[in-house]
């Protein structure tokens, strides 16, 4: 994860908070040299909570996909209202529990 200062996140829209590069097809699924978005860390760290890399690289590789898909949706519509310094715990999707 390649880190930036400060900017918007792509998925959320929140501004003036610290961003990481998130591979939208994952590196391990091919996507070392593909398109990458800027994310705040809670949205990165909640994407990589709730898919797996071949889900992602199947059929979430994009921002508007990601930003619709129901599972991230809730998430991405309660993260926009949280301050950029709120610090936010992650929690895996009980189907990835099991994996």
Not at 10 to 39: D, I, Q, S, W, Y
Not at 91 to 97: G, H, L, N, S, V
Request: with cysteine.
């Amino acid at each position: 994860m390649a880190d930036s200062a400060e900017g918007t996140c792509e998925l959320c829209g929140r501004r003036h908070v610290r961003l990481t590069e998130h591979h939208l097809t994952p590196k391990e699924e091919g996507g070392t040299f593909l398109p990458t978005a800027m994310l705040c860390i809670p949205c990165h760290k909640q994407i990589h909570a709730l898919y797996t890399n071949w889900e992602l690289a199947a059929r979430l590789a994009g921002i508007e996909e990601l930003r619709h898909d129901p599972k991230l949706a809730r998430f991405v519509k309660w993260i926009r209202k949280q301050p950029p310094e709120k610090l936010v715990k992650t929690k895996k999707a009980k189907e990835r529990k099991k994996r």
